[in-house]
């Protein structure tokens, strides 16, 4: 393990806990930005330091759109995270994206609004224009698709993310425009998020857990218990995944 490396995970719907994760102290901390979604909770896991976030509060009640992703990025920094995994729940656009499948998207479409999205708005921090033309950390992407291997679970190893604004889901004609563009999975969170570890140099990568087809592509009316349902059936393949994570950053 490189000294100093802390493992970030940011825990999305669906995400009530995490398989290994043992909490030594939950901290609440206020940056400039105001407070994150929930306290963080520090730790080990699987021996490695770490920490979690609740991406939508605890308990679960904060909208995509009502998420407060500086604070939630800037506490994690501030707290001395080195990499982050976010784990996220999703619709598949792609024909392979069915649900309990697990992506690692490598790029992303922002479709959001009026979201707070970067630190160097010339507001506390001076303007600032970052690289993002891969939004997710290649080096961490890595990592992610060894540990899979190593987990021998099953992951699709690129995918373009569309990011809409959320908390209703899609329109079919939406989804169709989405399929147009390129996107093979949607969801509502990745952005700005990804973007404000980038701005802070904290390589981020994404396990995406398809829990639903999306609008206009599923003979059924998608409802939350089905997404509960798929997610409780995914975090298995995860919870493999982020352990073999842990023991890959544990070595290296």
């Avoid at 730790?43 to 605890?58: I, M, N, S």
């Avoid at 950390?137 to 060894?146: I, K, Q, S, V, Y």
């Avoid at 990011?163 to 509502?188: F, K, N, S, Y």
Wanted: proline content about 6%; hydrophobic content about 50%.
């Amino acid at each position: 393990m490189q000294k100093g490396t802390r493992l970030a995970i940011i825990g999305g719907s669906a995400v009530e806990q995490l398989r290994g994760f043992a909490t030594a102290q939950t901290v609440r901390h206020t940056t400039p930005w105001g407070e994150p979604s929930a306290p963080v909770h520090a730790g080990a896991f699987f021996g490695v330091p770490a920490l979690y976030l609740a991406r939508h509060g605890e308990p679960h009640a904060i909208a995509p759109h009502r998420i407060n992703y500086r604070a939630n990025l800037r506490a994690l920094a501030d707290l001395g995270a080195t990499h982050v995994v976010a784990l996220n729940t999703v619709g598949g656009i792609a024909p392979a994206a069915t649900p309990g499948s697990l992506w690692l998207p490598h790029d992303a479409i922002d479709y959001t609004w009026c979201r707070e999205g970067s630190f160097h708005d010339g507001v506390l921090l001076a303007l600032d224009h970052v690289e993002f033309a891969e939004p997710f950390d290649a080096a961490m992407r890595a990592l992610l698709g060894d540990a899979a291997a190593a987990a021998r679970v099953s992951l699709h190893p690129q995918a373009v993310y569309g990011c809409t604004q959320g908390p209703r889901l899609e329109t079919a004609a939406e989804i169709a425009r989405l399929a147009r563009d390129g996107c093979d999975l949607v969801g509502m969170t990745a952005l700005p998020e990804a973007a404000l570890a980038r701005e802070l140099g904290l390589p981020y990568a994404m396990l995406a857990m398809v829990v639903n087809r999306a609008a206009g592509l599923s003979p059924e009316p998608i409802t939350l218990a089905e997404i509960r349902r798929e997610a409780a059936a995914c975090m298995a393949q995860v919870d493999a995944t982020l352990e073999c994570l842990a023991a890959l950053l544990a070595s290296g």
